[in-house]
């Protein structure tokens, strides 16, 4: 499976530049080792895995399927699904005013690459032979045509943004990994129930603006990424922040980070590239436990 370096300005990859090494743990002839035997492997033959490239639109559409496919999963063994609510889409590489989306009714925990449906600008299904949530066409919609470097989008009622949400507020820098959001989501401040209009998807997408998340005042959490690893790996560490600072507070007084090391942490880990990286492990795990995602 090729793979290519993505451009980016994080600082992940200064343990990759030439001449970095890491000790190998190869045994000399005689089958022993010592201390002095160790010789370092040049950082060049180190895997390191990245963002795959692409021969043809065919290849780069299956494989935005499957990633969807697998989100969807572990966003159910995360607990994120809320009956009928919650959606994940991915823009079509070629026609890039359609994306695909999990069907309305369906499970996360039993969709399958055949299930997909593929959606139009209009909202309606063109492949597929399932209907479409409507709310996911409303919010996703405004979201994809707001934001070409959105190729994905996820939305679902998960426990923690949820009651995050209820309190109207941004997340705050209390942890290293809450500073990926940091000065980087915005906040729908408005509630007028279920998203069924266009309209107000477009008002969430203003909300959102260029950040990578937006907290919905007493709805939840929406995040976007360059890929679908990275708009996945967002909501679940979003999710997690979330938990973590309603028990903090909960607790007792916090600390917050200071505006100058929020900032350094946010350029550190707040990427999409980290993001896609972060996700690896994740998608690893779901297809090694539930292959039959792949049918």
């Not at 915005?186 to 007028?192: I, R, V």
Request: aromatic share 8%.
């Amino acid at each position: 499976m090729p793979f290519s370096r993505a451009s980016s300005g994080s600082d992940i990859f200064k343990a990759l530049a030439p001449g970095a090494c890491v000790p190998a743990l190869s045994l000399p002839p005689g089958g022993t080792m010592s201390l002095s035997d160790l010789q370092p492997v040049p950082a060049d033959q180190l895997v390191f895995r990245l963002p795959q490239t692409f021969e043809t639109v065919e290849e780069e559409r299956r494989h935005r399927r499957e990633r969807l496919v697998a989100a969807l999963r572990l966003f159910g063994r995360f607990g994120f699904e809320e009956g009928v609510a919650g959606h994940i889409t991915v823009r079509d590489p070629e026609h890039t005013d359609h994306f695909w989306v999990n069907p309305f009714g369906m499970s996360f925990k039993q969709i399958k690459v055949s299930d997909l449906i593929l959606v139009n600008h209009d909202g309606q299904v063109v492949e597929g032979r399932y209907h479409v949530n409507q709310a996911a066409f409303a919010i996703h919609a405004m979201i994809h045509q707001a934001r070409p470097d959105a190729v994905a989008a996820a939305h679902s009622h998960s426990v923690y943004g949820k009651a995050l949400s209820s309190m109207g507020t941004l997340l705050e820098p209390l942890t290293q990994d809450a500073c990926a959001f940091y000065e980087d989501h915005g906040l729908f401040d408005d509630y007028t129930g279920v998203v069924l209009e266009t309209e107000e998807g477009r008002r969430i997408a203003q909300a959102l603006g260029s950040h990578k998340a937006v907290i919905l005042r007493n709805h939840g959490l929406l995040t976007v990424g360059d890929s679908v690893d990275a708009a996945a790996w967002w909501f679940i560490t979003m999710e997690r922040s979330c938990q973590a600072q309603l028990l903090a507070k909960a607790a007792g007084p916090t600390v917050q980070i200071s505006h100058e090391n929020a900032k350094l942490t946010h350029g550190q880990i707040g990427n999409d590239l980290v993001g896609w990286i972060n996700f690896q492990p994740l998608h690893d795990q779901i297809i090694a436990a539930e292959p039959d995602l792949f049918d």
